[in-house]
């Protein structure tokens, strides 16, 4: 008989393996430090890729509920060199296989396909100890304790359960993204507005870049890449948002104005998001009773990836238990056979990404890489 199984992270990885458990009648909780559902905000628009995403959806019988939050013509994307000239522009026909959805609508949809029981909120794990025999005691920052038979780490870049796997930490890949918004664009921000289109905006040059996405309510997401050493950034008080803008802008003096306004109109203060990325071909030894999925398995630059295989994990690691529900360690095994191929495959891409955004030949090189792209999904 399959034991209980305990999810440590209630985003789209653990959700989607409690899901599938779920629909097997496997007893699985769920764990998140967060202390409800709408304790922040999800972030903004992903890309469901047919390959991973989509596939994760399917095998958590959620794959129509996915389809009625698709943002249509939001898989549109434009290439801008820094004096606002277009290199690149490709409309949504809807043909593509990567459909556009909000970030806290698909969480919203598995969220709500759980009994309300299965996540328990305001759980921030503290300590994780391992009890021999593929148990190990969960203690949070409450005080409150739990004891598990198959734990999950599903809690992110700074997992607190991959200590008990791997001794290897995440580090800073030598750029980092500043996030900020633009409301009502079309009415308040037209020339941005004009400038991203209607999907994603990729205005790009060596070591520096704005990318921005169209969500469907009229708002732009920014992210401000720079390629620069970390003290770079922790030098600067981004609490003063006037003159951590005018720091940030500065970087981009001479660019097109229509660009540079997503920087210097934004309507949200700019937070910094540092990226951090695990070895390529991260692994560890089996480990009785326990595993990772998501960034705690696998961080990586952000290329579109992240979510979609978080989502596959799950949905992976869930089909394996189901399979093996009297042989924990052989679905374990299996699952991460999978996993560690997979991981490194899509975290060289991930690489190569970054460096086309931001490396010497930007923008061209993700010029050429989107024009490959099309040649081959025609082919």
Not at 204 to 223: C, M, Q, T, W
Request: proline share 6%.
């Amino acid at each position: 008989m399959t034991p209980p199984v305990t999810i440590v992270g209630a985003g789209l990885g653990g959700l989607t393996l409690a899901r599938v458990l779920y629909l097997h009648g496997i007893p699985v909780t769920v764990y998140e430090a967060e202390a409800s559902p709408m304790a922040r905000t999800q972030g903004g628009m992903l890309d469901i890729h047919d390959d991973s995403g989509q596939l994760a959806l399917k095998a958590a019988g959620l794959f129509e509920e996915f389809r009625s939050l698709i943002h249509e013509g939001g898989q549109a994307s434009r290439v801008l060199d820094q004096n606002g000239k277009v290199l690149l522009d490709e409309e949504d026909d809807g043909t593509g296989g990567r459909p556009e959805v909000r970030r806290g609508a698909l969480r919203r949809i598995l969220l709500e396909s759980l009994p309300a029981e299965t996540i328990r909120w305001g759980k921030k794990l503290a300590r994780v100890i391992a009890r021999g025999g593929g148990r190990h005691e969960l203690t949070f920052a409450d005080g409150f304790s739990a004891s598990t038979h198959l734990l999950v780490g599903a809690d992110g870049t700074w997992s607190k359960v991959r200590p008990l796997l791997s001794d290897t930490t995440p580090t800073y890949v030598g750029a980092s993204f500043i996030e900020t918004y633009l409301h009502d664009a079309d009415a308040r921000h037209r020339a941005a507005a004009e400038a991203v289109g209607g999907g994603a905006l990729f205005a790009n040059a060596p070591g520096k870049g704005i990318f921005a996405h169209r969500e469907p309510d009229s708002a732009l997401h920014v992210y401000i890449a720079l390629k620069r050493p970390a003290e770079w950034f922790t030098a600067i008080d981004f609490t003063d948002v006037p003159t951590a803008t005018a720091c940030v802008a500065a970087e981009f003096d001479g660019w097109a104005p229509a660009l540079t306004a997503l920087i210097t109109d934004a309507d949200t203060p700019p937070v910094l998001r540092m990226l951090h990325t695990l070895p390529n071909d991260h692994r560890w030894e089996r480990v009785g009773g326990m595993t990772l999925l998501g960034d705690a398995a696998h961080v990586m630059p952000p290329a579109g990836d992240g979510a979609n295989l978080a989502m596959l994990d799950g949905a992976e690691l869930g089909k394996a238990i189901v399979a093996h529900p009297d042989d924990i360690e052989a679905a374990l095994a299996t699952y991460e056979a999978a996993l560690f191929p997979r991981s490194q495959s899509a975290a060289v891409g991930a690489h190569e990404i970054l460096e086309l955004c931001l490396g010497e030949r930007a923008p061209f090189g993700l010029v050429d890489f989107f024009s490959g792209m099309r040649e081959r999904m025609s082919e």
